[in-house]
T-cell receptor
Framework: KAGVTQTPRYLIKTRGQQVTLSCSPISGHRSVSWYQQTPGQGLQFLFEYFSETQRNKGNFPGRFSGRQFSNSRSEMNVSTLELGDSALYLC????????????FGPGTRLTVT | DQQVKQNSPSLSVQEGRISILNCDYTNSMFDYFLWYKKYPAEGPTFLISISSIKDKNEDGRFTVFLNKSAKHLSLHIVPSQPGDSAVYFCAASARRNSGGSNYKLTFGKGTLLTVNP
């Protein structure tokens, strides 16, 4: 079966701009989680969506937001970009049925200049 | 405050020997633990997990041990192979107190394993 798709793979933005990242989970998975990976902080949880509802949220400012569509595809948006937002943004497709396993996409590498 | 700690940034072992990667946690509400492997330019790949009701779980060459009293877990890889060279992340979840969501993972910062031929 097809894996997790994230687009775009690479992105360069300037400070103050906004960005939208997209994630398509594995077919049949209704829950999606987003993580930010930086060298200093490691992998940090951003939020999780299930059936178009945000079910959990990490400790990130309100500039970070997300949404999920009826086909389970998810987007995350970062507004008013800061240099510190440069990171690898990972989307995870969450396995249903109580196995608690997450299948990660390749990530979107965002560079803010 | 880092709730999941991997104190060894790197580990180097010889092919065929055992690799032991360690992880400590501070949050007593964590009840499910996972190990992921990550190659450069790829997302993390799930390896093995363990519930807090167990103290050991095996899957082929990979075994995870959990010591709840010490809040410590370890991943053993036997025998180690050059293809195992990657960054290994320990992750934890507090399923009972996650507001119905089981998919909020807290990750350690990773250990770079290098297996030398």
């Amino acid at each position: 079966k097809a894996g997790v798709t994230q687009t775009p793979r690479y992105l360069i933005k300037t400070r103050g701009q906004q960005v939208t990242l997209s994630c398509s989970p594995i077919s049949g998975h209704r829950s999606v989680s987003w993580y930010q990976q930086t060298p200093g902080q490691g992998l940090q949880f951003l939020f999780e969506y299930f059936s178009e509802t945000q079910r959990n949220k990490g400790n990130f400012p309100g500039r970070f937001s997300g949404r999920q569509f009826s086909n389970s595809r998810s987007e995350m948006n970062v507004s008013t970009l800061e240099l510190g937002d440069s990171a690898l943004y990972l989307c995870a497709s969450n396995s249903p049925g109580g196995s608690y396993e997450q299948y990660f996409g390749p990530g979107t590498r965002l560079t803010v200049t | 405050d880092q709730q999941v700690k991997q104190n060894s940034p790197s580990l180097s072992v010889q092919e065929g020997r055992i690799s032991i990667l360690n992880c400590d946690y501070t949050n007593s509400m964590f009840d499910y633990f996972l190990w992921y492997k990550k190659y450069p330019a790829e997302g993390p790949t799930f390896l093995i997990s363990i519930s807090s009701i167990k103290d050991k779980n095996e899957d082929g060459r990979f075994t995870v041990f959990l010591n709840k009293s010490a809040k410590h877990l370890s991943l053993h890889i036997v025998p180690s192979q050059p293809g195992d060279s990657a960054v290994y992340f320990c992750a934890a979840s507090a399923r009972r107190n996650s507001g119905g969501s089981n998919y909020k993972l807290t990750f350690g910062k990773g250990t770079l394993l290098t297996v030398n031929p």
